[in-house]
Nanobody, 123 residues
């Protein structure tokens, strides 16, 4: 069973930056696609960013140009650098992973999920 461990959430002011990390310690699985999703209160879960083991990325429209996803394949770890944060970025951010290889997977194709980390952007 793969466990995803997230870190890096917190409270930040508008225009600030945060970096989220998600690791799969001890995992023998090849997590070929890793993503970040987010869910704000009263809203549906939405894709933030995806990265494959080959480095192909995909971003949600609302974060393009502000967020950057990267990964360390050797460590099965994915990062999300969030810059120019806005109050509307406030949400619980979830890391997700799958052994499937695609930059355009719906959330129900992901087998493994983290516990979520809260990101709050104050105005």
């Amino acid at each position: 069973q793969v466990q995803l461990v997230e870190s890096g959430g917190g409270l930040v002011q508008t225009g600030g930056s945060l970096r989220l990390s998600c690791a799969a310690p001890g995992s023998a699985s090849s997590l070929d696609t890793m993503s970040w999703f987010r869910q704000a209160p009263g809203k549906q879960r939405e894709l933030v960013a995806t990265i494959t083991s080959g480095g192909t990325t995909n971003y949600g429209e609302s974060v393009k140009g502000r967020f950057n996803i990267s990964r360390d394949n050797a460590k099965n770890t994915v990062y999300l650098q969030m810059n120019s944060l806005k109050p509307e970025d406030t949400a619980v951010y979830y890391c997700a992973a799958t052994e499937l290889y695609s930059s355009c997977l719906p959330d129900d194709e992901y087998d493994y999920w983290g516990q979520g980390t809260q990101v709050t952007v104050s105005s």
